[in-house]
């Protein structure tokens, strides 16, 4: 299934942004002192966490090259009311062009999932981006929700072509511990 895949970031402007973010980081200190290491088996690569006003942070730095090979951050969803809130994240990541299609995205998804996050797909995404979830719902399970007045319902793994190009559809990647039966069951109970 591809829901929008139409975002398409020029790699010149994703280096940029990176370079940019690496240096603020960098001087406020923030990767030394304000995030946890995620161990990896990525060589010369270090996965830092931190989590501010409850969005999850994952910077990944090469540090035999001294870059910012990308990030990934665990957004809030606004469109979801409190009860979700607890559990539900959006993932958003910019990794350059040197850094893709080498499961390092897929690496610092895994462990959201772990940690039992579950996670909601944008509106649009980019090939990359719909290439990631696809090889995700392979080990997770994928469903199929639509959002609207902050409330999410569960339409099932498998939907219609019609409701795939609605706006509000979205896919869900349940995270660790997480079960259909549990999701749509607090989904159902929760209002704005």
Known sequence: MELRVDVQL???VVEEDLKALHARLEHSGLLEHGTAIIKTHAPHLIFRHREADGEHYVYVEDTARGVLAGYTVFNRLVKVNRQLDRFVRAPHSKYATAYQRRGIATAVYEWALAQGFCLISGARLSPGANALWQSLAN??????VDIRNKRIHCLGAQIYRQTEESHQTRMLLLGE??????WTSTA???GP
């Open 10 to 12: 020029q790699p010149t």
């Open 139 to 144: 080990r997770h399970r994928l469903e199929h």
């Open 177 to 182: 511990g997480g079960d259909v039966d549990t």
């Open 188 to 190: 159902a109970r929760s």
